[in-house]
């Protein structure tokens, strides 16, 4: 039985299409890397041009108030001009947030990023990448690798650093393994994501329409999954794993579908603590004031807090009258202090696990989508959903999902879908 969370005792993220907190800018189809879950097709000559990357950045700037811009692709490290890039979305008032794989990172490009304007990373790496070096390890092997990049990040100082895995039936025993790497190295790894697999499963009953044309999805990358796999992996059943580690792990934010308000697309936490002890984890309020407070001092929600922020967990505990979360954190807190009046001295850091569950097909053929998307992207000076560009390059438009005649009046029975 899935685990029942209430999203009710969690703050509903204010995050809509024209102000958000994140947007998605895709600066290259080509890779280095063959990821299993990866639902964007590899071209090695699919480095977009900078006049198109500044007509994406005024297009963003005209229809969407973000914070952050996430560059991705394909791998944006492999684009020529990726000093250039990260310079242009920082002069354009956004954070330039690099999701890359991180084979092309090296000290010297980092310190030209740092220098252009990057404001941190996010590392996908998990074991379903066919990493040259790495085949063949767990993700707890893995979390060498990790580390390797945080202590790179943190040499230079001033970048946030996270890391995101795609999670699969048979790696979601690992999740706890990598939230407990994540806690001894709290204080220089900021952000933890879990993504839950999701593919798109041709269905014989449905067809496929673009428009009035139906249509063959059978060339989309998304809707060729691995056989045999799991693709109905839940927020939830994230949550569950993770609790067999940490009993007390308990949400305060998320973004929920737009077919089904108690979804949940995206599931933020914020757990406060020391390489040894998380005391607790922050409440909705804490994470009501933390979006509210920036969208009225800079106008945006908030998205990657800056390292020196998050290294200030003692002083967030001031907030402790506010919200049921961080009040647990301080009576735990202050017995450690009791017991070892050393503890009082130590740094408290503040670290976020998000996961994000993808977009469903609900048993009518409709889609449920992340509402408020944080990764909408730009095409043809339109904005839309970058996990299902694909559809809009190939047919030039979303797909629609339409249930068969002979087979409308069955009971409706969930369907996995789109990673």
Same mark, same amino acid.
């Given at each position: ?6 999203? /009710? ?30 639902? #964007? *097709? /590899? ?11 500044? #007509? ?13 811009? $996430? ?27 690099? /999701? ?11 310190? *030209? ?17 066919? #990493? ?28 946030? !650093?996270?890391?995101? @895995? ?12 990598? +939230? ?17 697999? #999701? ?18 999805? @059978? ?97 967030? +505990? ?17 017995? @450690? ?5 050393? /503890? ?7 670290? @976020? ?16 989508? !992340? ?10 000076? *339109? +904005?839309?959903? $970058? ?9 030039? !438009? ?22």
């Amino acid at each position: 039985m899935t685990l029942f969370l209430d999203h /009710n005792r969690y703050y509903r993220l204010p995050w809509n299409l024209p102000d958000n907190a994140i947007s998605w800018l895709e600066v290259t189809k080509a890779c280095n890397l063959h990821c299993e879950g990866c639902y #964007r *097709e /590899n071209d090695p000559k699919g480095h977009k041009p900078l006049d198109q990357i500044k #007509r994406d950045l005024a297009i963003f700037k005209k229809y969407r108030k973000t914070d952050g811009v $996430s560059l991705a692709g394909g791998d944006p490290l492999v684009h020529p001009g990726i000093v250039e890039i990260v310079r242009l979305v920082a002069r354009d008032g956004f954070k330039p947030i690099i /999701n890359t794989n991180g084979l092309a990172l090296n000290k010297e490009l980092l310190l *030209e990023l740092k220098r252009a304007g990057a404001a941190g990373f996010t590392f996908h790496i998990d074991s379903k990448q066919h #990493r040259p070096h790495w085949r063949g390890k767990t993700e707890i092997e893995l979390n060498a690798l990790r580390l390797s990049f945080a202590e790179m990040l943190a040499e230079v100082g001033g970048l946030s !650093c996270a890391f995101n @895995s795609t999670v699969y039936a048979d790696t979601l025993q690992y999740v706890p393994d990598i +939230l407990a790497w994540g806690q001894e190295h709290i204080d220089i790894v900021h952000v933890i994501v879990f993504i839950a697999i #999701r593919a798109a499963v041709l269905e014989s009953r449905f067809d496929y329409y673009a428009g009035a044309d139906k249509v063959d999805m @059978s060339p989309i990358v998304y809707s060729t999954p691995e056989q045999n796999q799991r693709l109905d992996i839940l927020s939830n059943d994230v949550v569950e794993a993770i609790r067999t580690r940490y009993p007390d792990f308990e949400p305060s934010a998320y973004l929920n579908g737009t077919g089904k308000a108690d979804s949940f697309k995206w599931l933020l936490t914020g757990r406060i603590g020391t390489k040894k002890t998380i005391y607790g984890y922050v409440g909705p309020k804490f994470m009501e004031l933390a979006q509210t407070i920036n969208h009225l001092r800079k106008g945006t929600y908030l998205a990657y807090t800056k390292p020196s922020v998050q290294r200030k967990g003692k002083a967030m +505990l001031l907030l402790a009258p506010l919200d049921r979360g961080l009040r647990g954190v301080a009576r735990k807190f202050l017995r @450690s202090i009791g017991k070892n009046p050393l /503890n009082l001295f130590r740094r408290l850091h503040l670290q @976020s696990v998000t996961i994000i569950q993808p977009a469903d097909i609900l048993c009518d053929g409709s889609m449920s989508m !992340c509402d408020g998307c944080p990764d909408i992207t730009v095409w043809n000076d *339109e +904005l839309v959903w $970058s996990c299902r560009l694909e559809e809009q390059i190939k047919f030039g !438009c979303f797909v629609r999902a339409v249930p068969k005649g002979e087979i409308r009046a069955r009971p409706c029975e969930p369907v996995p879908s789109i990673n």
